[in-house]
């Protein structure tokens, strides 16, 4: 029996077991093209933190660019683990809320979407923008 038969299931991982199996196979990819995937993760990273202040998905962006660059880097894998659990960490916490807390938080939802709807009307907020 291999060492990787024995190991999990890939969906059986964590997220940071996850990006670590997958900095392996890429650390053996051909010098010319990690160079290609470093300018690309970083032309990504600076794309989507110029997205952030702008509506839409800057952050994803980023994580997307920090995720490429943790394959490459110490400091970005480390950056990319304390982020992944701490989603992990609140995920968990999600699955362990209580039927009260689920309750609760449907309701502050719901109450913040007709809070915005009525500022909307209201206010005369236009809800697409006009050009």
Not at 7 to 12: G, I, L, W, Y
Not at 46 to 64: C, R, S
Not at 72 to 95: G, H, P, T, V, Y
Not at 119 to 128: G, K, M, N, R, S
């Amino acid at each position: 029996m291999t060492a990787e038969s024995e190991s999990p299931p890939e969906h059986h991982l964590s997220l940071s077991e996850k990006l670590a199996r997958r900095r392996e196979r890429h650390i053996q990819r051909s010098m010319a093209y990690r160079v290609l995937f470093v300018i690309v993760a970083f032309a990504i990273l600076i794309g989507g933190i110029a997205l952030v202040p702008l509506p839409g998905p800057g952050w994803a962006i980023v994580f997307i660019g920090l995720g490429m660059l943790a394959l490459e880097f110490k400091w970005a894998e480390n950056l990319m683990e304390k982020i992944l659990d701490r989603l992990e960490a609140a995920k968990q916490s999600a699955a362990n809320a209580s039927p009260l807390q689920k309750a609760l938080g449907m309701a502050a939802a719901a109450v913040g979407i007709a809070a915005f709807a009525v500022a909307a009307i209201l206010w005369d907020i236009p809800l697409v923008p006009v050009l």
